[in-house]
C-alpha cells in the first residue's frame, strides 16, 4: 500500500513538472521582463581638425586686435595725452602775436614746454621718444613736425621785453646763475623791478628777498637754431633782524625764443 502511494506521488510530482515545461498549452504563467532598448550613443568627442581651426581662428583675431590697437595712438591713455598737449601747444604758436601775451607757449611740467622743444630739436625729441614703442613713435612724430612748420613761422617773433633795470654787479650775478653761459652768445642781461619780492615761509616769517631776472642769449651747442630766454631770480636769504645776505642767481628755467634780427 505504501509503495503504490508513493509511486502515485512520484507520478503526480512528474506530471506536474511537465505541465511547468510544456508551456502554455498547460496553462502555465510566465514572467514579462522588459529590458528597455539602447539607442544610439552620440560620439561627443570633438574633431580634432575643428578644434585646431577655431583655436588658430581665435589667435589670429586677438592678433589682429593686438596689432590694431598698437598701430594708433589712440589706444594709449599717455599717448592720448600727449596728442591734446601737442595740439594745445600748436593752436597756441600759430595764434602768437607779439605784444599779445608776454609767454609764446604755457609750460606743462617742470617747468618747461617739451613738445615744443622736442618739435624743434631732434636732439631733445631722441631723449624724450628713445624709450617709447616704435608705433607710439611712428603717431606721436606727426604731430610734433606739425608743431615744428607752426613755431618755424611765428617763434622768430618771439624776444624779451622789459628787464631793463640792474646794475652791473647785479647783472654779474644774475649771469653767475648760469653754470653753462660761458657757451653762449649773451644778447641781454636785465631785471624787471626795482623793488624787491619777499617770500615767506607757512608762519608767515620772511625767508628770502627776490627780484626776476632775464639772459637773452644763444648757444652755439644746440641744433634748434633758435635763441633762449632764461629767467634767473637775484634772491637774498634772510638773515634775521630785518636784513638780508649777499645777492646771488636762482636759476628758474629756460625756453625758446627769437634771435635779434640777424643773428
Known sequence: MNANVNRKYIIALLLGIGCFLAGPAFGQFSI??????????KNTRPKLE???????????????????????????MMANVYLTDIEKTRKEAEGYKPGVRDYYVQDFSDRENIYLKASLSPSRRNKWLGTWPANIVQCITPAL???AVVAKSTLPTYRPTGYTLGTPAELKVLKSGV?????????????SSPTWNISKDSFNFPTARFRYGLIWAKYSTTDDGFCRIIYVNLVQDYAGGGTYGESYGNLIKSEYSGCPVGK
Request: proline residues 2%; hydrophobic residues 25%.
Open 179 to 191: 653754470n653753462d653761459l660761458d657757451q653762449a652768445t649773451v644778447f641781454k642781461v636785465g631785471l
Open 32 to 41: 514579462d521582463v522588459k529590458i528597455p532598448k539602447m539607442g544610439k550613443i
Open 145 to 147: 613736425e606739425n608743431l
Open 50 to 76: 575643428n578644434t585646431e581651426k577655431l583655436t588658430d581662428n581665435s589667435n589670429n583675431q586677438t592678433e589682429r586686435k593686438t596689432d590694431n590697437r598698437a598701430s594708433s595712438c589712440k589706444d594709449d
